[in-house]
């Protein structure tokens, strides 16, 4: 019987929430890592026969889960798994508006969480599995945002550029080792969460595109967060995954 493993952060709602329940399976173990558990997804797990673990951390502070992410893969058996992944999916939209009126403690927590958090966990995640036999992946939720700018979201647009960039030299360096690890920087599309009800709900004059959100929605070309999280899992498995590392499920 085969046996997967998948770290997944952000899994608490929007994407994140949809693409651990599509995940539970009787050959899964999956570590969700959120600042809330969820007591409707372990059971979900029970029902599924998948091995759930809800670890709870604030990525805003994310040394703390990139260690216990090292620690608890260095303590696995490296033959155990015949596949092992980590979605680096949580983000922050921050507080919407110019830069120059951005709030210092607000822009630097939008940058832990969007960027350095997916670096760390990264980091930690190729270190422990090295030398596992198992095919490796980091698939990191990435936006159309990392590769057109947009004003008003300064944060949001350098930190998935910045996850765009970091995911093509690792790429360069996974291919140089035995096993080494594929990584995509995916942008998975416009989803109907909580960050596109704050964009839509932003005063126009901090926030020159509102009108384009707004008309997203009402001409309903918004993703549900299960649609999006199925085109994302199906990128996922693809056969080619890897080859590009930085791709967008509408255009790939």
Known sequence: MTSHL???????????RAMAAQLLAADRTLICISRKTDDALAAE???AGATLEQWSFDLAAPQAAAERIGSWLAAQDADAFDSVTL??????????????????ADLAQSLRIGLEAPMLLTAAFLRATASWRGA????????????NAMASQAPYCAAKAGMDHFSRAVALEEALRPNGAKIVSLAPGVIDTDMQGVLRGTDAARFPDRARFEKLKTDGLLDSPAAAAAKVLAYLARGDFGSKPVADVRAD
């Open 87 to 104: 979605i680096n999916n949580a983000g922050t939209i921050g507080r919407i508006g110019p830069l120059a009126e951005a709030d210092a």
């Open 136 to 147: 490796r992946k980091v698939l990191n939720i990435s936006s159309g945002l990392g590769r």
């Open 6 to 16: 998948t770290l997944i952060t952000g899994a608490s709602r929007g994407m994140g």
């Open 45 to 47: 797990a029970e029902a």
